[in-house]
């Protein structure tokens, strides 16, 4: 096991019970109370007749209920006098050391004590109390690494080599004790009933694994991409992204599919025992999510609000979105949802300023109620110099949680009681993307999962520096080639000052997964315009021709222009080789072969070269009877002259540096430009994946395809299907959400 240090840095706790405004003026009230007891600590008397002030050691109390402050270890005093940190204490000195005092708030409190002896002479301690709502829920929730605290067990799912890594954490040493082969690509795991239980998302399965290794399989519906799983009321309950539902597994069968919400990912169990769900990409109008009772009886949607500040270089506005993990507090009384926050209201066309690299995205962090959904807008945190939060887990009091910024390597503190940023560790691993926490806190498990790495750091004492204890490898061979595994490396990371500047963007933070954010940017400063970000799935690279939708880069390689400008790094090529032989256009000489990192970027986006299975299709993979219908209407409207050929594409160049674009009627003034001259028309997409890929259209003008085919077509430029029947139309409409590159006969 390569070892590698981690770096904590450390931002000291507030003391007093208030949401503090900043984590900079907890650190100085904490450090003037550290270096006052140091100083009374110098000035105490040593030998015979020495007073000396002790006021414990710090503790936890629950609001509500007697919490004891003992003096009983000071030296040489014979009175003594409380001050609770709350604005309350004793008025006058007691000959008792010890006080009981009930505080009716959460929140860390510096209580005081001064002892005073015969002479006359006063000392004083303090002590931290950490006051929290009772515990009255053990949180469960998805990710994709998981305790089972009895065995002493983490285990962790490697996506990339279909398998599940199991490691004994006994000893603060992560052992290897089984790797066992899953279902096709597992994204999350949990314990159930004695067996880890695992989500694959590309097996259509769960893969049920025993201590001793032995498997059981359960299948769930072909295509319906199953995602978070989480173990609640004696059953397993497993979303399925793909169908919008979640499926309820008991005793190994799959027993019911719940109607939840589009593009579901993330789930947990609620205190009330009913279970939420998160909507991974969010609609332009604010974050989504949904509560569900176990049996499917009652469905409650949730909301996320859309942020409209302006953006600036330490906060900006936008749609909360990538919604994954739900973490519940186990006092019941908070909900943290990690995520990015998009600036889709920044660009010239739209609020007339330009999108900034800080603009884009920024990690955020929401809070809801539990039992309510009511969001706590105002305590939504934005992190400076970070582009995505991926995973969120509370302390077993509730009053830390940690979050990891996949971009940026690193894992955040924060302190629930006072608001504050409460440490940093950097450089966990390439794309830490799941956390688990030990039931004694201390213990903080890492999914690294670009570094194929587990993690194990020690977090037990909120005023040290964590170790770095354990680190393990998590697949057992690596499945990608060297060069495609650096590619994505780099595709997923922020931190390389090369791609961008101050860890905000990374190519995954708008393709996570290789996938369209469902977002429309407004790139008209780039000398582009309103732009519908396209998946890169199925794609292969270059393999339907240039990229964009207006044709402007000829090789994957010409994204160097990307991490230089709107990202604002200092690029993968060497000054020399980039501004030379015109180099320094996107369709100027080829970049390809003079930037190793550069050519592996493109070799792993060359790698995506397979498209999601439509959940449309047939449970044999076959058309639908209306899709059968929908095809002959695709053929007999004219759509297969420019969607031609296996990829449904006629993109291309007809002469060197001049793509074929066709001018469908789409284009509006917000259209702007193309390498900042006219443009004249728009390269035509694959039809392959539109079952996932709304909005639609070059500027997402499209909410759906019957938006497309009807009213973003009135002169049939793009098809002729203003004279087709509701019912043509619903064939048609039911054929394309069938394409995911399966050949049909």
Request: hydrophobic share 40%; charged share 25%.
């Amino acid at each position: 096991m390569r070892a590698r240090s981690t770096l904590w840095v450390l931002a000291l706790l507030g003391c007093d019970g208030s949401r503090a405004p900043d984590a900079g003026a907890l650190d100085a009230a904490l450090d003037a109370a550290a270096s006052e007891d140091a100083a009374l600590d110098a000035s105490t008397d040593a030998g015979p007749g020495a007073l000396t002030a002790n006021a414990g050691d710090s503790l936890y109390a629950v609001v509500g209920e007697p919490a004891r402050l003992d003096g009983s270890r000071s030296i040489g005093a014979t009175r003594y006098q409380w001050d609770f940190g709350d604005g309350r204490g004793w008025d006058a000195p007691r000959g008792e050391p010890v006080a009981e005092v009930v505080y009716e708030r959460p929140g860390r409190f510096r209580a005081f004590l001064t002892v005073l002896d015969d002479a006359g002479r006063r000392r004083t301690a303090s002590v931290l109390v950490n006051v929290t709502d009772a515990i009255v829920h053990a949180p469960r929730a998805s990710g994709s690494v998981a305790v089972w605290a009895a065995r002493e067990e983490v285990a962790v799912v490697s996506p990339d080599s279909d398998e599940l890594a199991v490691f004994s954490y006994a000893e603060d040493t992560l052992t290897l004790v089984r790797r066992v082969a899953t279902g096709a690509e597992p994204r999350t795991v949990t314990v159930h009933e004695g067996r880890w239980a695992v989500a694959c998302a590309a097996g259509d399965e769960v893969t049920l694994v025993a201590p001793d290794g032995a498997i059981a399989r359960v299948a769930l519906p072909r295509a319906s991409r199953p995602h978070g799983i989480v173990s609640a009321s004696g059953a397993l309950f497993v979303t399925l992204g793909a169908l919008g539902e979640v499926a309820r597994v008991d005793g190994g069968v799959l027993v019911a599919r719940l109607p939840a919400v589009e593009d579901a990912r993330g789930i947990a169990e609620l205190p009330d025992g009913r279970l939420v769900v998160s909507r991974w990409r969010s609609p332009d109008e604010g974050g989504r999510l949904v509560a569900l009772s176990p049996d499917g009886g009652a469905r409650e949607a949730w909301a996320l609000a859309y942020d409209p500040r302006p953006a600036s270089d330490t906060e900006s506005g936008g749609v909360p979105s990538y919604l994954d993990t739900i973490a519940v507090s186990p006092t019941g009384r908070l909900a943290a949802i990690p995520s990015t926050q998009a600036g889709i209201g920044e660009g010239l066309a739209r609020n007339g300023l330009p999108l900034t690299f800080e603009g884009t995205v920024r990690a955020a962090v929401s809070f809801l109620d539990p039992a309510s959904g009511a969001e706590d807008f105002a305590g939504r945190r934005l992190l400076d110099n970070r582009g995505l939060a991926s995973a969120a887990v509370f302390s077993s009091r509730g009053d830390f949680l940690y979050l990891t910024m996949r971009g940026s390597r690193t894992v955040e503190r924060f302190d629930v009681l006072t608001g504050a940023r409460a440490g940093t560790a950097l450089d966990v691993g390439f794309a830490p993307q799941g956390l688990a926490l030990a039931p004694d806190d201390r213990r903080l498990f890492v999914d690294a999962y670009l570094s194929r790495e587990l993690v194990m750091l020690d977090v037990g004492d909120p005023g040290a520096i964590p170790r770095e204890l354990s680190r393990a490898r998590i697949p057992s061979v690596e499945p990608l080639s060297e060069q495609v595994l650096r590619g994505k490396i780099l595709f997923n990371d922020a931190a390389d000052p090369r791609l961008g500047k101050d860890s905000y963007l990374a190519c995954a933070h708008c393709h996570l997964d290789g996938l369209a954010d469902h977002r429309t940017w407004d790139f008209t400063d780039r000398g582009e315009g309103l732009r519908d970000t396209i998946d890169l799935v199925g794609r292969a690279g270059l393999a339907h021709g240039p990229l964009h939708w207006s044709a402007n880069f000829d090789e994957v390689q010409d994204f160097e222009h990307d991490l230089r400008g709107a990202f604002r790094g200092h690029g993968l090529m060497a000054d020399d080789d980039f501004f030379a032989g015109g180099r320094d256009h996107p369709l100027g000489a080829p970049k390809a072969g003079r930037s190793a990192d550069l050519d592996a970027l493109a070799a792993y986006v060359a790698s995506l070269d397979r498209y999601l299975p439509s959940p449309h299709r047939a449970a044999d993979g076959s058309l639908p009877d209306a899709a059968a219908r929908g095809r002959a209407v695709f053929e007999a409207a004219g759509c297969g002259r420019c969607h031609a050929g296996p990829a449904l594409t006629d993109s291309g160049f007809v002469a060197p540096g001049v793509p074929r674009l066709h001018d469908v009627g789409t284009l509006a003034p917000s259209s702007g430009q193309r390498l900042g001259a006219a443009l004249e028309g728009i390269d035509t997409p694959t039809l392959h994946g539109l079952w996932h890929s709304a909005p639609y259209l070059h500027d997402g003008s499209a909410r759906t395809l019957q938006d497309v085919l009807t009213t973003r077509n009135p002169d049939d430029r793009h098809g002729v299907t203003s004279g087709l029947s509701a019912a043509a139309l619903d064939d048609l409409v039911a054929y394309l959400l069938c394409l995911d590159g399966t050949p049909d006969p």
